[in-house]
């Protein structure tokens, strides 16, 4: 199965590949989730994690192949996983992601008191606390789950909306042969054209999401300070405080992640 690709590059493809293409995405896979004993089938174009998790209400790591045990990475999963046949049952075992314990000292020592703190060692000295800053809500935008589901809705429905403008784009023009396909043409277009309307509207709503997100984590008070730092020196250690109104327990949790 070939990788994704883009809208300028599907309108090149001639239209028996396209047909070609477009049997292979709908084939389907035989995929239960770890600890459960039924299958399902699931089209080769919605192999990727988001879907995935939609599909099984998981929160999926990785596939393991039945046969062999081979571990397949979410993006792996539309190239290597064999469609399910009579002849070639294959079948895959979502592993769901390991979940770290939540520990919340607020609410479990009544006596605790004081911020989050992690040091930044081996620093550049030219690098002053702005840029600090900067680098560390970079990371976290990166990283921090919410933040990359969130980001990968953008891209879904991103992607949703080129398939969407591409199908009208080819439909228009499509040239009609009488006044019935001339008719069938425009009942078509017209249906399509919501269709790129819709997706316009959700890529909208998942960017607005995301910048909310984002917008969010940046929001949560931040102190850097240096704890040493000399001129003489070409590395630095710096202290960084997560507020109290965070006490970042989903930063205990992302960095044991990490």
């Known amino acids: 199965?070939?990788?994704?690709?883009?809208?300028?590059?599907?309108?090149?493809?001639?239209?028996?590949?396209?047909?070609?293409r477009g049997r292979i995405a709908k084939q389907k896979i035989a995929i239960r989730v770890e600890g459960t004993e039924v299958y399902k089938?699931?089209?080769?174009?919605?192999?990727?994690?988001?879907?995935i998790n939609k599909i099984f209400e998981c929160d999926a790591w990785y596939a393991r192949d039945e046969s062999n045990n081979e571990v397949i990475w979410p993006e792996e999963w539309m190239n290597k996983m064999q469609a399910s046949t009579d002849e070639s049952p294959w079948r895959y075992v979502i592993v769901n992601r390991d979940k770290f314990p939540r520990f919340d000292q607020v609410h479990h020592r009544e006596r605790y008191d004081g911020d989050t703190v992690i040091w930044c060692e081996n620093v550049p000295y030219e690098v002053d606390a702005g840029a600090l800053l900067v680098w560390l809500h970079a990371a976290l935008e990166a990283t921090l789950p919410w933040i990359v589901k969130?980001?990968?809705?953008?891209?879904?429905m991103q992607e949703k909306l080129e398939d969407a403008n591409a199908e009208f784009i080819d439909t228009h023009k499509q040239k009609a042969k009488d006044e019935e396909e001339a008719h069938y043409k425009e009942l078509r277009s017209a249906s399509l054209q919501d269709g790129?309307?819709?997706?316009?509207?959700?890529?909208?709503?998942?960017?607005?999401a995301y910048t909310e997100t984002v917008e969010l984590m940046r929001e949560e008070p931040l102190v850097v300070e240096p704890v040493v730092r000399d001129e003489s020196m070409d590395k630095a250690l710096w202290q960084v405080t997560f507020g109290r109104s965070v006490r970042a327990d989903w930063l205990m949790v992302w960095w044991a992640q990490e």
């Open 196 to 208: 790129v309307d819709k997706a316009k509207r959700k890529l909208d709503k998942a960017r607005e």
């Open 150 to 156: 969130a980001r990968e809705k953008v891209e879904i």
């Open 41 to 51: 089938l699931v089209k080769r174009i919605k192999l990727n994690a988001p879907e």
């Open 1 to 20: 199965m070939p990788d994704r690709i883009s809208t300028a590059e599907r309108t090149r493809l001639s239209p028996r590949e396209r047909e070609r």
